[in-house]
C-alpha cells in the first residue's frame, strides 16, 4: 500500500506539542518548506529522519526498494539514493533554505 508520506509527517507535527513556527527555526527551514514537505507524497528517509529526531517521535516505517511500505521496521540510516530526482531536489531545497538565512543575517 502507498502511503503519503508528508501526510504522515504533518500528522506527527500536528500531533506534537511543536508549533510550525518553532520546528522550522529548530530544523532551519522555513515555514513554506515544512509546508511542501506536508504535500509531498514522496518523502525522502533522511528528512522524516530529521523530523524523528526533533520531534522524538516514530513517524514512519522504512523504505523498502524506494518505496515507503507499512511494515514495522526499524529505520535504515543509509541516506538517500543520490540518483533519485527527490534526493537533488530535497538537497537544492535545503542549500537554498541556508543561503536564504544567509542573505537575511547579511541584511
Known amino acids: 500500500m502507498k502511503v503519503h508520506v508528508g501526510k504522515e509527517l504533518e500528522d506527527a507535527v500536528r500531533?506534537?506539542?511543536?508549533?510550525?513556527?518553532?520546528?522550522?527555526?529548530?530544523?532551519?527551514?522555513?515555514?513554506?518548506?515544512?509546508?511542501?514537505?506536508?504535500?509531498?507524497?514522496?518523502?525522502?528517509?533522511?528528512?522524516?529522519?530529521?523530523?524523528?529526531?526533533?520531534?522524538?517521535?516514530?513517524?514512519?516505517?522504512?523504505?523498502?526498494?524506494?518505496?515507503w511500505v507499512q511494515e514495522a521496521?526499524?529505520?535504515?540510516?543509509e541516506n538517500p539514493s543520490e540518483n533519485s530526482a527527490q534526493f537533488w531536489k530535497n538537497k537544492y531545497l535545503e542549500l537554498l533554505e541556508k543561503y536564504t538565512q544567509l542573505l537575511e543575517k547579511m541584511a
Open 15 to 67: 500531533a506534537s506539542e511543536w508549533s510550525i513556527t518553532a520546528l522550522a527555526q529548530k530544523l532551519k527551514l522555513s515555514r513554506k518548506t515544512i509546508y511542501n514537505y506536508f504535500e509531498n507524497p514522496d518523502l525522502d528517509e533522511y528528512i522524516v529522519k530529521r523530523f524523528e529526531n526533533v520531534l522524538h517521535v516514530y513517524i514512519m516505517p522504512v523504505q523498502n526498494e524506494g518505496k
Open 73 to 77: 521496521s526499524t529505520l535504515n540510516s
